[in-house]
């Protein structure tokens, strides 16, 4: 089902169950990186890996190992853009080419409250005034949950680009319930992609079988630009490429995996396995995200059939 909330072309894979088979089907090099984990964090690693793999299938390009990054972002092979999230019952991944996404953020949550005092932590007044009369409005939707996943997502979308952190009052959410859509304007200096800085981003939503998700998926606006750097702003963010491993500061606030030995090579075979449950979705390619960029505000190639 990510791939209603995700436009052409971006290829997705998605599980609502865990197998056996996946663990097995890991890349040497990943399974060593993985190797001293808990079973459940394993497991999920390895499902979400065959997710990545069937989105780069759809997508056609060849499988290939996910490795992560010191902050725990995945770390694609070369021309391709992604995102990976898992949650109880649930794991999806998105990936594009990066000759027409700038950057891709998922995010899936159970459909449920969040833990108590959770919500002013991660929130802005505005946006829990707002979660607080579409509770009242729609109670068949944690709205409280589904800020944080749409938070969670630009989070994924900013990280690779910006290399530094992005606290949970920098970005002020408006969800939107009728559309599906909600847009997130940043409320620090953004990076810059194709020569222009972003300063926000759009996104699309779903609720269903008891999952929320966020989506969103930036755009290109030339076929030319690379993403660039962001200049640091005077105390906001946090580079982490300065950070010894084990840095405390970002453990205690930001938990993240590490990757191990790299060393491995990739074997030439498909890992994915043959069941019905690791679904493709190739036929359904439902509405698109974009940036909210300087020169270029509002929704670039939105498609309508909502
Ligand atoms: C990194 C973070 C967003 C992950 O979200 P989560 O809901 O805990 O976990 P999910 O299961 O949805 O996603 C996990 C996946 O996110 C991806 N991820 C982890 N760190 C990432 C990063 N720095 N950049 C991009 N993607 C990242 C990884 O692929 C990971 O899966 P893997 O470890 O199996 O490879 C979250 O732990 C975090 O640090 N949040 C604080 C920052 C934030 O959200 N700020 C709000 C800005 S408005």
Known sequence: MIDEILPSPVGTGSTFADYD??????????????????????????????????AMSELGVPPAPVLSGVRGEPLWPGGIVGSLTHCPGFRAAAVGRSSAFVGIGIDAEPNLP????????????????????LTQSSPEVC?????????????KVWFPLAKCELDFTEAVIRIDPGSGTFSARLLVPGPTADGERIEGFDGRWLSRRGILLAAIALRRTTGQGEAGALPRAGGLGRPVDHLADGDPGVLLT?????????????????PWPN????????????????????????VEGARSNW
């Open 254 to 270: 930001h938990p993240h995996r590490r990757a191990r030995s790299t060393e491995s090579m990739m074997p030439s075979r498909s």
């Open 275 to 298: 069941t019905p449950e690791f679904a493709t979705t190739d036929s359904t390619i439902a509405l698109a995200c974009s940036s909210t960029r300087t020169s270029m505000p509002g």
């Open 143 to 155: 709205w409280d949950r589904l800020l944080f996943s749409a938070k969670e997502a630009v989070f």
């Open 21 to 54: 088979a996946a663990l097995t089907a890991l890349y040497p090099q990943e399974a060593a990186a993985i190797a001293s984990a808990r079973p459940k964090r394993r497991q999920e690693y390895a499902s979400v890996r065959m997710c990545a793999r069937r």
């Open 114 to 133: 969040l833990a108590e005092d959770l919500l002013e932590f991660i929130s802005l007044p505005q946006e829990r005034a707002r979660v607080h009369a």
